[in-house]
């Protein structure tokens, strides 16, 4: 069973920074395309940033891209997302998600595995 915990959220000022991190249980991480998606409160789950097995290759949305930096360390199983000079526009749930394949996977429902969420919150 593939689990996924992410943490790293919290409420900050517009133009602050925060790193989320998604840990991933299991010996195949290294193989997985990963996610980080958010969702506000009445909108719809939106992939933000994606990142290949290797980390190589990274796509990220044009509302995040220059502020946001997605990255892996396979060694340690864990994805990163580095937030930079936050918007109260950020202000969402933010979900991992994992998938075996081994390159950029950018539609959700292509996504096997979700972590539970983690708050973010960027006060104007």
């Known amino acids: 069973q593939v689990q996924l915990v992410e943490s790293g959220g919290g409420l900050v000022q517009a133009g602050d920074s925060l790193r989320l991190s998604c840990s991933v249980s299991?010996?195949?991480?290294?193989?997985?395309?990963m996610g980080w998606f958010r969702q506000a409160p009445g909108k719809e789950r939106d992939l933000v940033a994606a990142i290949n097995y290797s980390g190589v290759d990274t796509y990220y949305r044009d509302s995040v891209k220059g502020r946001f930096t997605v990255s892996r360390e396979n060694a340690k199983n864990t994805v990163y997302l580095q937030m930079n000079s936050l918007k109260p526009e950020d202000t969402a749930v933010y979900y991992c998600a994992g998938t075996a394949a081994p390159g950029i996977i950018l539609r959700r429902s292509s996504y096997q595995y979700w972590g539970q969420g983690t708050q973010v919150t960027v006060s104007s």
């Open positions: 299991g010996r195949t991480f290294s193989s997985y395309a």
